[in-house]
């Protein structure tokens, strides 16, 4: 089995590359190790790839801004290409390499519902193809806000968290709790949900203990730019 170790802001996946067998629940919980997550390369062309993201636990997640980022480094630094669709349970995530070290992501339409009281918190809930739970308060608090509400029966498929401080206009500080992982250092994803739940449409910089990702919201799309993920191991 061909494998390696990226990481994106933080958040630490190995990225298996395409084989006969497909992994498994079991297969996933011991390769992980201490990484966030695994991407299971599944197809392959100089046109694009297909992945499965796996938790920690061996749960499957729909999508990841951070993953399929690191998905699409791993494409340019095969194939030597700019750009790069990666599918992943259905959706397809455009990606393009820009010439500051960064890349641009679009991660499709996202959707923001009304906020509702869920026990001691008042959550937006938000679906970015996966789904999210934003508060508003002390991102220091996500440790206590983050496994109550991600197994909330509100949410019987659970959800990811998110404790978010809006620090002045298109700005925000956040932290995350991700569903079958627990806290992460960042979340592509989860800076869309932010984003979306504090300022609608727009430009928004996200700020979460592995550094900061830019969102811009427009016609209900959400667009992520950040930096090339990098190979650890």
Known sequence: MRSSTWQALGNVYVLV?????????????????EADGVLEVVAHDDE?????????????????????????????EQTGTQSVRVLVAGRSVA????????????????????????GRWTVTPVSVGNP?????????????????????????????????????????????WERGVGETASSGTSAVAVAAATHGEGEVLVRFPGGDLRVRIHGGRAFLIAPLATRVA
């Open 17 to 33: 590359e395409p084989r006969a067998s497909r992994l498994d629940a079991e297969a996933v919980r011991s390769l992980v190790g």
């Open 48 to 76: 694009g790839l297909e992945v499965v993201i796996w938790n920690p636990d061996g749960s499957r997640a729909e999508l990841s801004g951070n993953g399929t980022r690191i998905a699409a480094s791993w494409h340019f």
């Open 95 to 118: 990606a393009r390499r820009l010439d500051d070290g960064l890349v641009e992501q679009e991660l499709g339409p996202v959707q923001v519902a009304p906020p509702e009281v869920i």
């Open 132 to 176: 999210h739970a934003v508060v508003l308060g002390d991102p220091a608090e996500i440790a206590t806000v983050g496994p109550a509400l991600e197994r909330h029966e509100r949410f019987p498929e659970r959800t990811n968290v998110q404790v978010a401080r809006i620090d002045g206009p298109g700005v925000v500080t956040a932290r995350v």
